[in-house]
């Protein structure tokens, strides 16, 4: 290299694009699904049709075996609200139409604090990654000609990206259900449980439901009142309690951790860790559930859509609690 060269300035780069934060990573996918339609101001933007009970977690203490979490440890009693809710971004959407269902727990420990689990009726999630979350819903929007869904969009999405195909075909196949406390709810993502002494285990939650997994036909889903899931709940409780049991699945080496969609071997060990027992209704909509939200004895996986939703659903309570 001559001197001349040595001091000639290289060509100007472009300066990298600064990481994006948890706040616009939120705002962002926030934005996304509301331009898909249906999201209502002062509403949660998914989930938005929901009901709220209240009830205790008593641990079996099988959990202990796994972790140091003060509510997984033998006898231990602790309080919580759950809230039951459609995924549909419309809160008017009627009870019996074919529809993803949730289910998330708050418990409210012993210190003051909380930790948080938020479970759904499918046990895997459509896409693995933000941007495929961001395409997903684009694919979804309704065409603005017909206000329907573009289904060869969809299926186009589907062709590109196998991994979804699972989770769409049970959201198409899933019946809607008796009741709420009639669905079996899966926390998707994988979280690690910490021992005493340090070591980590990768397991899934699963809710399975005490009067078991009962659907409706299309035709007894139809002839249901809008609001039959939310007034069952509520005549469920008035005549006794609502109860399911906590289980984990223990995952082995090799079993992904980090993919919402992906599905583990089904002779994985379970174990039921606690039941939950429900005794009445409680209003749970100005609460914010957090998957991420874990305590002493729980940590996060690197699932990126885990954290994600987290981000999500900071950036709906921010806004439907200041529009």
């Not at 406390?181 to 005493?196: E, I």
């Not at 007894?220 to 005549?235: H, I, K, N, T, V």
């Amino acid at each position: 290299m001559t001197d001349d060269a040595a001091e000639r300035p290289s060509p100007e780069r472009p300066s990298p694009e600064p990481p994006e934060s948890a706040e616009e990573l939120g705002a962002r996918l926030v934005a996304e699904v509301q331009a898909a339609g249906a999201a209502r101001p002062g509403q949660r933007v998914l989930h938005a049709r929901g009901i709220g009970a209240a009830g205790q977690f008593v641990s079996t203490g099988a959990g202990a075996r796994f972790t140091r979490a003060a509510h997984l440890q033998p006898e231990m009693v602790t309080p919580l609200v759950v809230r039951f809710s459609n995924g549909s971004a419309d809160p008017d959407a009627s009870d019996g139409t074919r529809d993803g269902r949730g289910m998330a727990t708050k418990f409210r420990l012993g210190d003051g604090s909380s930790t948080d689990i938020v479970a759904l009726s499918l046990p895997m999630f459509f896409v693995r990654t933000t941007d495929d979350f961001v395409d997903f819903v684009r694919a979804r929007r309704p065409d603005p000609a017909t206000g329907e869904m573009d289904l060869n969009k969809v299926l186009a999405f589907l062709g590109e990206h196998p991994e979804a195909q699972a989770a769409a075909e049970l959201s198409i196949a899933a019946p809607a259900p008796v009741g709420y406390d009639t669905v079996r709810y899966h926390s998707v993502h994988v979280f690690w449980l910490v021992g005493a002494d340090g070591r980590r285990t990768p397991v899934r939650y699963r809710w399975q439901p005490a009067a078991g997994v009962r659907g409706l036909s299309d035709e007894e889903a139809a002839a249901q009142p809008a609001d039959y899931l939310q007034s069952g709940l509520a005549s469920a409780l008035a005549a006794g309690s609502v109860r399911f049991d906590l289980e984990i699945v223990v995952g082995q080496d090799g079993d992904p951790t980090d993919d919402a969609t992906s599905v583990w071997p089904e002779d994985r060990e379970s174990l039921v860790v606690g039941r939950l027992e429900l005794t009445g209704l409680a209003d749970a909509e100005p609460l914010i559930f957090d998957p991420t939200r874990v305590t002493d004895g729980i940590d996060c996986s690197d699932d990126p859509i885990l954290h994600a939703r987290s981000a999500a659903y900071g950036a709906s309570y921010a806004q439907r609690t200041t529009s």
